[in-house]
């Protein structure tokens, strides 16, 4: 429940409650992005695939007007949901997995079993559901934060959607829906196991949260193999990269961010002040970033990812890599 605290106190950019319309961004390739509202947790972005044998969604979003979108879309062009592929377990972009299979059973779920480890009685998730209840119990949230808590709480009660059908245990070329994708799975990143995706045709690399606006997301995370991950992206020979929170990118652009994620946990893992860290990660996302309130939410939630690395040996607690 950390993460969409921090967002909501960082961010005030007001959004209805309806996901922007789907965009195609290469032939056959569709993304509908995520949103931050205020006071709400996110939704990661959704990249849809038109395969020969229906549609494979990438990530579900967290709420119904995201996921309602999705299946929006697939109606619209009387397409059926085949495969869907969640990048990593955060909630953002598996709780719309229960929903889109109701929409269509048939639709399999590809993850990497990563998932087990936050389900588990001293999970991540887990953990969250007895301050999740106490908060409702009490009277200091808001509506629209009750309404948050709830959709925490229901989606833990069918948890088991956000378990994959299919696991995905090693990188690997599979062919889904009638469509091969190169997966890969990157250990110790932002979750245990991540997986990202390049599709070769369209030159696409779907990258889920290995890059995030306007700061990453350590909440889970391993500093050290998630710039090994972003390492193995720039290997790839993609032309757009589509991070999990943010507009599509260009190799130019994903160099610059894999730079400056280096520069940045180099900077956490030194003795230099928080604010000069949060200040280089601000001027850093400048070509990213339009409004100064974008570039001062880049700035203090870098500061306190500072903090955070620094106050647990320079990892996530639930980072598994010594």
């Known amino acids: 429940m950390i993460l969409p605290l921090i967002v909501a106190l960082l961010t005030t950019e007001i959004r209805a409650e309806a996901a922007p319309p789907a965009r195609e961004v290469a032939a056959g390739v569709y993304l509908i992005p995520g949103a931050i509202l205020p006071g709400r947790g996110p939704d990661g972005n959704t990249v849809i695939f038109d395969a020969p044998q229906g549609l494979v969604v990438v990530d579900s979003g967290r709420h119904s007007w995201h996921s309602d979108a999705i299946v929006g879309f697939a109606l619209e062009r009387d397409r059926h949901i085949a495969a869907i592929l969640n990048t990593h377990w955060h909630l953002d972009h598996s709780s719309g997995n229960g929903r889109l299979k109701a929409a269509f059973p048939q639709a399999r779920v590809y993850a990497t079993n990563a998932v087990d480890r936050a389900l588990s009685a001293e999970g991540f998730l887990t953990r969250g559901v007895p301050n999740a209840r106490a908060m409702l119990a009490g009277n200091e949230i808001n509506a629209v934060q009750r309404e948050e808590v709830n959709i925490f709480l229901a989606t833990m009660e069918e948890s088991a959607v956000l378990r994959p059908d299919i696991v995905v245990d090693r990188s690997q070329r599979l062919r889904i829906a009638g469509k091969l994708f190169d997966l890969s799975v990157a250990p110790n990143a932002v979750s245990d196991a991540d997986l990202w995706l390049y599709d070769a045709p369209s030159r696409i690399a779907v990258l889920g949260d290995f890059v995030t606006f306007p700061a990453p997301f350590f909440e889970t995370g391993c ?44 900077c956490a893992a030194s003795e230099a002040e928080p604010s000069a860290c949060a200040g280089a990660w601000r001027q850093a996302m400048i070509p990213f970033l339009n409004t100064e309130q974008s570039l001062n939410a880049a700035r203090g939630m870098a500061a306190y990812y500072v903090g955070y690395l620094r106050d647990n040996g320079g990892k996530s607690p639930d980072c598994l890599a010594r």
């Open 223 to 266: 500093p050290e193999g998630w710039r090994a991950a972003l390492d193995a992206v720039w290997a790839t020979p993609f032309e757009i990269a589509i991070p999990g929170h943010g507009e599509p990118m260009n190799r130019t652009q994903f160099n610059l961010h894999r730079t400056a994620f280096a520069a940045f946990i180099d």
